[in-house]
């Protein structure tokens, strides 16, 4: 079984400053993916970024990067710039290489503020 | 584009009348998700098909049921609403094992369900 946990239930940061989102996670498996999804809100939940357990390298994806600390089970989201657009709940998740589904953390609420 | 749609965004039954949330998928993905997201809560999956494959998650209620009758189309029925099964039901696909599309989890915009 998986867990993933997500300490922050509410982060906040100032427009075009840096903020990092933290996620723990526990897995068995040696072959497994991360993920955080963005879900505004109203609107449809959106992959932001995604690492694979076997690469060193972290993610990076324009503004979004990843921390990806494998031995200590840490994968945390660095946004960078951020934007009002930014402004919604992120999840962190997992999945196992033999399973189909995703393990969700509880969720960050971010707020921009302008 | 390709997409996930959900059918209707909103959703509105009585207690205990049955209510069926469409979903379709011009992905051609053969993964389909339905979760159950309660305010300020991660999804919980509820089952998934891989093509005609269903699989239930352990702790889905038996109120809660699925059909898929093509690639393109997946349903779930609640039997018999409850209040406490007023959430968003959302959908998603993913592609099949080894495809580039097999990692990533898309979304469907969600069908708000409430129950009165």
Request: proline share 5%.
């Amino acid at each position: 079984a998986q867990t993933v946990t997500q300490s922050q239930p509410e982060m906040s940061v100032q427009e075009a400053e840096t903020v990092t989102l933290s996620c723990t996670y526990d897995t068995s498996e040696s072959d497994y993916y991360l993920f955080w999804y963005k879900q505004p809100p109203s609107r449809q939940m959106i992959l932001v970024i995604r690492q694979e357990a076997y690469k060193q390298q972290n993610a990076t994806e324009n503004r979004f990067s990843v921390n990806f600390q494998k031995a200590a089970k840490s994968f945390s989201l660095k946004i960078s710039d951020s934007q009002l657009g930014d402004a919604a709940m992120y999840f962190c998740a997992c999945r196992s290489g033999s399973a189909r589904q995703l393990t969700f953390g509880s969720g960050t609420q971010l707020t921009v503020l302008p | 584009d390709a997409m996930v749609i959900q059918n209707p965004r909103y959703q509105v039954t009585q207690f205990g009348k049955p209510v069926t949330l469409s979903c379709s998928q011009t992905l051609n993905h053969n993964v389909m998700y339905w979760y159950q997201q309660k305010s300020s809560q991660a999804p919980k999956l509820l089952f998934h098909y891989y093509d005609k494959d269903f699989n239930n998650e352990a702790d889905t209620p038996d109120n809660f049921q699925s059909r898929r009758p093509n690639t393109s189309f997946c349903f779930l029925d609640i039997r018999s609403p409850g209040l406490g099964d007023a959430a968003m039901y959302l959908c998603a696909t993913s592609g099949s094992l080894g495809g580039p599309s097999y990692n990533e989890q898309f979304f469907g915009p969600g069908t708000r369900l409430t129950v009165l």
